[in-house]
């Protein structure tokens, strides 16, 4: 599963993969697992205008990760996500999952 995580802030983030144990995905879809840590923020201003895209870690095995959704989505069965990747964006405090479709 590929679990990738904009909110580069996150002591688990590490060039835009989650290194969380687990996940629990929220009723609201926000991320429980995000904890703030003491990276500075990454300036994603200066790919706009090359041809050098950012640098990612390599995906995870679905099987190294736990997903946990409370969510009310078309990828929650019976309280695990069961989606072929997750995106988490950085638009506020905490990442919401952006890969959430309602039921």
């Not at 703030?36 to 390599?58: C, L, Q, S």
């Amino acid at each position: 599963m590929d679990i990738r995580c904009r909110k580069t802030s996150c002591r688990y983030n590490d060039k835009y993969t989650c290194k969380a144990k687990e996940i629990q995905v929220r009723q609201n879809a926000e991320c429980g697992k995000y904890e703030k840590g003491n990276k500075p923020p990454v300036d994603k201003t200066k790919w706009i205008f090359t041809d050098t895209p950012p640098e990612y870690a390599p995906q995870r095995d679905s099987a190294t990760i736990e997903i946990g959704c409370n969510a009310h989505c078309l990828f929650n069965q019976d309280g695990k996500c069961v989606a072929n990747g997750i995106t988490l964006n950085d638009l506020k405090e905490k990442p919401f999952c952006v890969t959430f479709l309602k039921k």
